[in-house]
């Protein structure tokens, strides 16, 4: 049986071209799903992998002679592409300082992001690891300014409606069922989230997604590993910052639209295929300030497994 997800509810076919193969068994060697295997002194399809091709593509990749094709699940040949040297990807030195580099920029110029850098940062976000190809991951493109700020108004009347979530008497009926940390970041963290939204709106501030002039929203189908749009938010953000633009990862917005019959209609508005386990805005925008120095972060905890 294939493994669903909302593209693909079959497996991949998986094509050896045997007057190509030299049975080197690099392709048995990476596909963690043995769907292939050396029997007779050939290479064969295994009438029982553990899920069935789920069109990873690796085996394809990895042939040094082309004898494999995969297909269905999304995948074709025409996908697969010369990989950039070594000599042309970054140096741990040029990604290290490119990470150290980076701020959260909440301040932007008017300058808009041309649909060329929109698509620049799509195009590395699109690569991104994923818990299984073919990509659930969903993104929403907010492409001007104008367009931010529409949906942050709206979120904001929106989070108006929402109110009673931060109520003090909802706050203490729910204390006992989610637990102290809950609570905590309830009453210490969403409360006051509400009143700086809702507030600053009001005085034409926008401290939701900042007027930035480009926002991309990444979010999952209900089949998606909820660390993809994590994943592929992330890899946009230091796509924009290779790019020289100034990046913001949003959470707070996310979680607030997911529950409910408003925040479905909220979804289905603002064009919002489905709900999500995990989502994540990220702003770009050419930065108006300039930061004179880095600053060093460090982990809650950085333990080493100790062998029992
Ligand atoms: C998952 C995640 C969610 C975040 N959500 C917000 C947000 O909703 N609003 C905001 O202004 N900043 C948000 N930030 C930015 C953090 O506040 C920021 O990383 C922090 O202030 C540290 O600054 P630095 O990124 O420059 O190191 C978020 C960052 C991450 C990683």
New binding site residues.
Partial sequence: MAIKTSRSSANGSILIHTELCTVCGKCVEVCKDFSLIIKDKKLQVNPDPVFGCIGCGHCMAVCPNDAIEISGRTLKLDDLFELPTQKDAATYQNLLALLNR?????EFTDQCIEPEMIEQILTAARCSPMGLPPSDVQVLVFDSKEKNRAFAEDFCKYLEGMRWLVSPWFLWLMRPLWGKATHEVFSGFVKP?FKVYTEKMKEGIN??T?DAPLAIYFYGTPFCDPADP?VA?TNAMIAGESLGLGT??????HPLIQQGKNAKKFREKHGIRSKSREG??VIFGHPSVT?QKG?K?TFAAEDIYQQQ
């Avoid at 980076?102 to 909440?106: E, L, P, V």
């Avoid at 913001?248 to 917005?253: D, F, H, R, S, T």
């Fill in positions: 980076r701020r959260s920029i909440r989230l401290a939701v900042y994590i938010a913001c990862m949003l959470g707070a917005v994540l805005f930061y600053i972060r």
